[in-house]
């Protein structure tokens, strides 16, 4: 171990969900996520992490036709025990009747226990949006429904489902999420139906409920697709939606009748039935 790491943190100043999934295709270190802020750390040079995320905001502030700005600052450190400082920030959640735990946490007899080591942060239960879904899955979905989890990043959402007895298929546009969720789903003892790197333009069934947690853009922009696989009068659960944006989704939605409009925080998890 080197005597010292470097800790770098990233503060957008807008667009967070978006800085996020893109800083994770720059580095297979651990990531957290704190008050707004992305933190990496590496006993490896982060300057590439640097050059990328400041070229990402300037491309983005194009794309979307306004500045976009980012507060990044990089500190050498000296190498205590960081990873178990990490570790110990991590804790586990109750969500419902779901139980869910990094693997130095013990699991809870009591419930149905999700293990997720959020290394890659692809998904571990304590954001809102995965909260969200999690806590509609459990009233919504019934045993042997067939569920397709659209961009499932970890799998928890699939796996939570797998738990409450459906018959599963997930996909994700980024081949990494898809390696994490298949791993998890062999460390919870699960298994899935189908998997594929790709989107849900790739299957051709109908499913009892589908799951797709992402940003609002991407959920609009997948309406058409969304609504070919959920069958008729079955259940479309749509999360990642800050409440900024609520209005333009449920706008796109609203040949689905609204079940249930489930909000923490600044997050919304919509439930339509098909």
Not at 35 to 59: H, M, P, Q, W, Y
Not at 219 to 245: N, R
């Amino acid at each position: 171990m080197k005597q010292t790491y470097n800790e770098l943190l990233i503060t957008p100043i807008g667009e967070y969900e978006l800085f996020a999934d893109f800083i994770l295709t720059l580095t297979d270190e651990a990531i957290e996520e704190k008050d707004g802020t992305i933190i990496v750390r590496s006993e490896e040079d982060l300057e590439n992490i640097i050059f990328g995320v400041e070229l990402f905001a300037k491309s983005l502030s194009t794309s979307l036709g306004k500045e976009i700005d980012v507060k990044i600052h990089l500190e050498e450190k000296e190498n205590i025990d960081w990873i178990s400082s990490y570790q110990d920030s991590v804790q586990p959640i109750h969500v419902g009747d779901f139980f869910i735990h990094p693997s130095w946490v013990k699991p809870d007899n009591e419930k149905k226990n999700i293990l997720i080591d959020p290394a890659l942060a692809f998904g571990s239960g304590h954001h809102e949006t995965t909260y969200g879904c999690l806590m509609m899955l459990q009233k919504y979905l019934k045993k042997d429904d067939t569920l397709l989890d659209v961009g499932c990043g970890s799998g928890i959402l699939s796996i939570g489902a797998a738990k409450l007895g459906a018959k599963v298929e997930i996909c994700d546009t980024d081949e990494l999420a898809i390696k994490s969720a298949k791993e998890n789903f062999t460390l919870n003892s699960q298994v899935y139906e189908q998997a594929w790197v790709g989107s849900v333009t790739q299957t051709h069934k109908a499913y009892d409920v589908v799951v797709a947690n992402i940003i609002a853009d991407v959920l609009i922009m997948l309406y058409q697709d969304l609504s070919k696989v959920v069958k008729e009068g079955g259940i479309l659960i749509l999360s990642g939606i800050l409440d900024k944006y609520i209005e333009r989704v449920e706008k796109k939605y609203q040949n689905f009748q609204l079940l249930e409009k489930y909000k923490k925080d600044e997050w919304y998890t919509l439930v339509y039935q098909g």
